[in-house]
């Protein structure tokens, strides 16, 4: 019976968030679709996560992927659904807060903050390591950069819900039965659990949204059934498709070509944008080396990072293909799909990481594979899961662009090689 639904706005958000309970022997089902149907749940799954793709679509989309499917879970009963949000608050968060608001007619308790990882939340403004949000990193964001930090003011770029901020010591409020959205500050770990335990004791613990960081502490908080925990097997090679433009990636992949050995493959823009180049004769023989250099390294990259000095050359690429910004996200994910079908097509003894949630979701729709397991987290945002590929389980790691210290590429490196 499935006790906690999920509704997440992107794929490394959802395996994040549902590896929590799944590295804790919970039964966790990891969905890949905007419509869901009963009989696809396992008869053991207590925890079900969808990824709705919605953080790139219009908000009045979000709204509605969002509504729908917060309109089926209640039609199943399901007592608690969590609206995965963006420890960043990248996306569609006032529309997609709403929809859950107008659907349960009832207050969200929206805890935003991941203490963990020293993104807190004071006073309704988010902090990214004692930066402002709009300061940080994340206000560069190539795709969704976040302009503001008092989170009332972000969620009202899109929607007029009606919110309220509440500190670490502050009484829930008495009325809850209006669609309102009461945001949580979140400055530490033991406070994120107080304001658990009292939503609990006050049973107002049924509609909430947050990220990772709650749902690592919902794991303590609630009652669930504990199964056999399943593990990853260690493999001859590591294979990183870095899909994510975002910087701290970009610095996480050159510390790991620099200090710790891994070779680097730079895609060029055929090979990057132009997924139907690997029908070309070239393509295929660009291919071929690949998986053959897979057979002598052990840890390569393929990354999509553009060198300054070229960035003329990219505009006139763009110009003459015709590929916009926003086709670009789509273009990346799809044409690293096609280097891992052939890689798969080998059957080598291999783990991939992929980074950026477009980059896994593109491949999954290349093979026509909508759900995987998540197994456990190898490093903060880094989850190791077993999709099926041609009759056999894949190992592959989704790390999202944002998270992870310097060493972490090697860090995987370190657990997941066979050093035989």
Same mark, same amino acid.
């Given at each position: 019976?499935?006790?906690l639904?999920m %509704?997440?706005?992107?794929f490394t958000?959802a395996?994040d968030?549902?590896?929590?309970f799944a590295? *804790?022997?919970i039964?966790?089902?990891v969905f890949t679709t905007?419509k869901?149907?009963? =009989? ?5 799954? !207590?925890v ?9 679509l ?8 969002v509504?729908?499917?917060a ?5 199943q ?7 995965k949000?963006?420890s ?5 968060i ?6 859950l608001?107008d ?5 969200v308790?929206f805890?935003?903050?991941?203490p963990?990882i ?5 006073d ?9 949000l !709009? ?6 964001d190539?795709?969704?950069p976040v302009t503001?930090?008092?989170?009332p003011?972000i969620? =009202?770029?899109?929607?007029? %819900?009606?919110?309220?901020c ?5 009484e829930?409020p008495?009325?809850t039965?209006?669609a ?8 530490c ?5 107080n304001?658990?335990?009292?939503l ?5 613990l049924?509609w909430?949204?947050?990220?990772a960081?709650l749902?690592e502490?919902?794991?303590?908080k609630?009652s ?6 399943n593990?990853f097997r260690?493999?001859?090679?590591f294979?990183?498709a870095?899909g994510?433009l975002?910087r ?8 790991a070509i620099?200090?710790?050995h891994?070779?680097?493959?730079h +895609?060029?823009f !055929? ?11 070239q393509?295929?023989?660009? +291919?071929?080396e690949i998986c053959s +250099?897979?057979e ?5 990259i393929?990354?999509t990072?553009?060198?300054e000095e070229?960035? !003329?050359?990219k505009a006139e690429?763009?110009? *003459?293909?015709?590929i916009?910004?926003n086709?670009?996200r789509?273009?990346i994910p799809?044409? =690293?799909?096609?280097i891992?079908q052939?890689?798969l097509k ?6 991939i &990481?992929?980074?950026g949630?477009?980059?896994l979701m ?6 026509g ?9 190898l ?8 999709l099926?590929?041609?009759?056999? &389980? *894949?190992?592959v790691?989704s ?7 310097k060493?972490?590429?090697?860090n995987i ?7 035989n």
């Open positions: 019976m499935v006790k639904f %509704i997440a706005d992107d958000g395996l968030t549902g590896v929590q590295q *804790q022997g039964r966790t089902q905007q869901l149907n009963a =009989h696809e749940i396992k008869m053991d799954t !207590e079900v996560v969808v990824d709705t793709e919605t953080r790139p219009s908000p009045q989309k979000a709204y509605s992927i509504k729908d499917l309109v089926w879970a209640r039609e009963n399901i007592p608690i659904i969590f609206k949000t963006d960043a608050l990248r996306g569609n006032g529309a997609e807060l709403q929809a608001a659907t349960v007619q009832d207050t308790y805890l935003p903050g991941h963990k020293d993104r807190v939340t004071k309704g403004i988010q902090f990214i390591s004692e930066q402002l !709009e300061d940080s990193v994340f206000g560069q190539p795709f969704e503001k930090s008092y989170i003011d969620i =009202h770029e899109q929607s007029n %819900i009606f919110v309220t509440l500190g670490e010591k502050d829930l008495y009325d039965k209006t309102k959205i009461a945001v949580c500050d979140t400055t770990v033991a406070g994120l659990d304001r658990l335990e009292a609990i004791q006050t049973d107002r049924h909430l949204a947050g990220c960081g749902a502490r919902l794991v303590q609630l669930f059934s504990r199964h056999k925990k593990h260690k493999t001859k090679a294979y990183v870095c994510s975002n701290i990636t970009q610095e996480q992949i050159l510390y620099k200090n710790h891994f070779v680097c493959r +895609l060029t !055929e090979q990057k944008l132009l997924p139907h180049y690997y029908d070309t004769a393509g295929k023989q660009d +291919l071929e +250099l897979l002598t390294q052990n840890k390569v393929i990354d990072f553009d060198a070229i960035q !003329e050359k690429f763009l110009a *003459q293909y015709h916009t910004k086709d670009i789509v273009l799809q044409c =690293h799909g096609r891992l052939e890689i080998k059957q080598q003894d291999i783990t &990481l992929m980074t949630g477009d980059t593109g491949f999954m729709h290349l093979i594979c909508n759900q995987l397991e998540p197994i456990c987290e490093e903060q945002g880094t989850v190791l899961s077993f099926e590929y041609d009759g056999r &389980l *894949q190992q790691i790390k999202s662009g944002g998270f992870g210290t060493d972490v590429l090697e490196a370190d657990k997941i090689l066979n050093k």
